[in-house]
């Protein structure tokens, strides 16, 4: 009766299709968990953290191109290399379809095709073959896949076997446009072997991977996925969506394998109250009411100690307010880093920390 | 094997409880899905939404005052008058055994006592008579909690009954201390049978509830919970810890009884490329890189489409990127509250909305 949800994009979709009104384009980000029903290990919690972005409402190529430009800069902030490598879904099963082999077949071809990074050239054939996929079929397959992908893009274009080819190189030319005009080009990768695995995307398909490769596994994926939306309401309409995730956890990895420490201080200014508990309450909420992060210390300890504590949690001011200084209307205001103390004025303390 | 969780105060206990390593005091807040088993109606959903603040490590009632004029800032931003009621449960238990009310009892009358505000006095009196109590005994309770707060108050110091009393005041005491020395003083108000249900809460027991009664459930509620991560060690332990949790359906609710409606528009800039899609896209990645919250049609709307769009989502200024202006290194820029235009050279573009 009660299940856990396994992601954020068929809530989503479930959202949208269930409010007609909402007004288009539509553009949410949802940070929230959700739960594997898969073996779980070291590295693979049964709940982990999801980061989406999706964007509804929107044909373009440009939404796509919007989301990995942002993808890039969030990386930036991360400190993170990486690079995207991209795909059109329309362009692979249209491979799929030229070469003859069957429908039914061609979602799980596209799902061998994915792990040609993880299991090699090899791994893959022998996969396709075990599938019932005629020797002749694999090799037409990689005979074509395997081009230089300038090469392979060339001779789809000039001779394009089928509509879904047309239609995918259509959607590929389209992104590959914005992406060329903007400044992601450089970390960008036309892979036509990508496929992200899930069957819910219908055009192009994106993954981000570390840079150096030191973690194999993608930090981030996403697609178009035009007709989940349509399927929730059952009517077979299409309804534009696209859409990237960022895996916490292996971004923490990540961080931790390049071993940033980010000691960024949950304050700017540490209030240590001298039995003046009540107004170092009150400048505290002045100054978190003036947008200054502020912390006060709470267990009445000493001032070397306060002190102590300030300077390891890498706070840089330190305000202490004494009872004599007090009463000539002052507070004492240390800089932790070059240990300078100064007495200022109670009504001008706002000022001092703009 | 699978449970949900039902509030987030229990698993930051284990949190605390399990990394005996995190610096001291913690202060902590967390936004998140929490479910409940309880019957399910309109306005009461199996499923749910939690903020939650807590301070782990202060002993001083300081904690419980940064909490409520938090609480006090936050409801000042959402427009909402409130006022806080507070009282602390080493009192009320304290009370209750003055009287001779049996231990085992001490539990059910508190919950009895709590819905003093929903089902009146002669509700809750013949809820304690089924519950076994002597009529003796209800009496002589309610001469006591329905004394006027500052007679109670003065009585109990004057000859506080017994040790937990006395506890109870000195808590009450330095935590009125720290209420009357800050600016939530006129919002505060002692409630001596409030109790907040759950058994968790050790000391300080709070309630916030809307000035205007226009909702009777409580918006806001917290306490101190001493006992909690020492019975996940199962040391017997007392780790201090207040926390306050908001609800945030009641207080969407709140908001729409209200008819409060913020028209913050999602964006400061929208950007309309006239066929000039790849530019438009730079410059949005350029604005928004400068902190600038920027939107970009990316459907091929006729201009007045556009614009209308910008209208009626409230965004203040409109780039429309023509091809003729771009040509001679410009861009228009519309102010949508007065209508006017201009033309700001490309390179200055930043410039004009610092």
Same mark, same amino acid.
């Given at each position: 009766?009660?299940?856990?949800?396994?992601?954020?994009?068929?809530?989503?979709?479930?959202?949208?299709?269930?409010?007609?009104?909402?007004?288009?384009?539509?553009?949410?980000?949802?940070?929230?968990?959700?739960?594997?029903?898969?073996?779980?290990?070291?590295?693979?919690?049964?709940?982990?953290?999801?980061?989406?972005?999706?964007?509804?409402?929107?044909?373009?190529?440009?939404?796509?191109?919007?989301?990995?430009?942002?993808?890039?800069?969030?990386?930036?902030?991360?400190?993170?290399?990486?690079?995207?490598?991209?795909?059109?879904?329309?362009?692979?099963?249209?491979?799929?379809?030229?070469?003859?082999?069957?429908?039914?077949?061609?979602?799980?071809?596209?799902?061998?095709?994915?792990?040609?990074?993880?299991?090699?050239?090899?791994?893959?054939?022998?996969?396709?073959?075990?599938?019932?996929?005629?020797?002749?079929?694999?090799?037409?397959?990689?005979?074509?896949?395997?081009?230089?992908?300038?090469?392979?893009?060339?001779?789809?274009?000039?001779?394009?076997?089928?509509?879904?080819?047309?239609?995918?190189?259509?959607?590929?030319?389209?992104?590959?446009?914005?992406?060329?005009?903007?400044?992601?080009?450089?970390?960008?990768?036309?892979?036509?072997?990508?496929?992200?695995?899930?069957?819910?995307?219908?055009?192009?398909?994106?993954?981000?991977?570390?840079?150096?490769?030191?973690?194999?596994?993608?930090?981030?994926?996403?697609?178009?996925?035009?007709?989940?939306?349509?399927?929730?309401?059952?009517?077979?309409?299409?309804?534009?969506?696209?859409?990237?995730?960022?895996?916490?956890?292996?971004?923490?990895?990540?961080?931790?394998?390049?071993?940033?420490?980010?000691?960024?201080?949950?304050?700017?200014?540490?209030?240590?109250?001298?039995?003046?508990?009540?107004?170092?309450?009150?400048?505290?909420?002045?100054?978190?009411?003036?947008?200054?992060?502020?912390?006060?210390?709470?267990?009445?300890?000493?001032?070397?100690?306060?002190?102590?504590?300030?300077?390891?949690?890498?706070?840089?001011?330190?305000?202490?307010?004494?009872?004599?200084?007090?009463?000539?209307? *002052?507070?004492?205001? *240390?800089?932790?880093?070059?240990?300078?103390?100064?007495?200022?004025?109670?009504?001008?303390?706002?000022?001092?920390?703009?």
């Amino acid at each position: 009766e009660i299940g856990l949800r396994y992601d954020l994009t068929v809530p989503f979709a479930r959202v949208i299709g269930m409010n007609p009104n909402i007004k288009m384009p539509f553009k949410r980000y949802e940070i929230g968990k959700v739960f594997r029903n898969g073996p779980v290990k070291t590295g693979r919690s049964r709940e982990f953290i999801q980061c989406d972005v999706d964007i509804v409402g929107v044909k373009s190529m440009m939404a796509e191109a919007e989301l990995m430009i942002m993808a890039k800069d969030i990386y930036k902030m991360l400190e993170l290399d990486i690079f995207i490598s991209f795909n059109n879904r329309k362009l692979l099963s249209g491979i799929i379809k030229s070469i003859g082999i069957s429908e039914e077949l061609e979602g799980t071809v596209i799902l061998s095709l994915d792990k040609l990074e993880k299991i090699g050239e090899e791994g893959v054939k022998s996969e396709l073959e075990s599938k019932g996929l005629t020797n002749e079929n694999i090799s037409k397959l990689f005979s074509i896949i395997m081009m230089k992908e300038e090469k392979l893009l060339e001779r789809l274009r000039n001779n394009p076997p089928n509509e879904l080819i047309r239609q995918g190189l259509k959607e590929l030319d389209e992104l590959i446009y914005y992406v060329e005009a903007s400044n992601i080009k450089d970390i960008c990768r036309f892979s036509p072997c990508l496929a992200r695995g899930l069957e819910i995307y219908t055009g192009t398909v994106f993954e981000i991977f570390l840079a150096d490769g030191s973690i194999s596994s993608s930090l981030s994926g996403g697609g178009r996925y035009d007709k989940i939306i349509g399927a929730f309401l059952n009517n077979g309409g299409e309804y534009p969506a696209v859409g990237i995730t960022f895996g916490l956890d292996v971004i923490h990895l990540a961080l931790e394998h390049k071993n940033i420490e980010r000691n960024m201080p949950a304050a700017q200014v540490y209030i240590i109250p001298l039995d003046t508990d009540s107004l170092s309450l009150n400048l505290a909420t002045r100054l978190r009411r003036q947008g200054i992060p502020t912390d006060i210390e709470m267990n009445k300890r000493k001032l070397r100690k306060s002190l102590e504590y300030a300077g390891k949690q890498g706070i840089p001011f330190v305000i202490i307010v004494g009872e004599d200084e007090v009463k000539r209307g *002052k507070v004492r205001i *240390k800089n932790m880093k070059d240990g300078f103390e100064t007495e200022i004025d109670l009504s001008k303390l706002e000022l001092f920390f703009k």
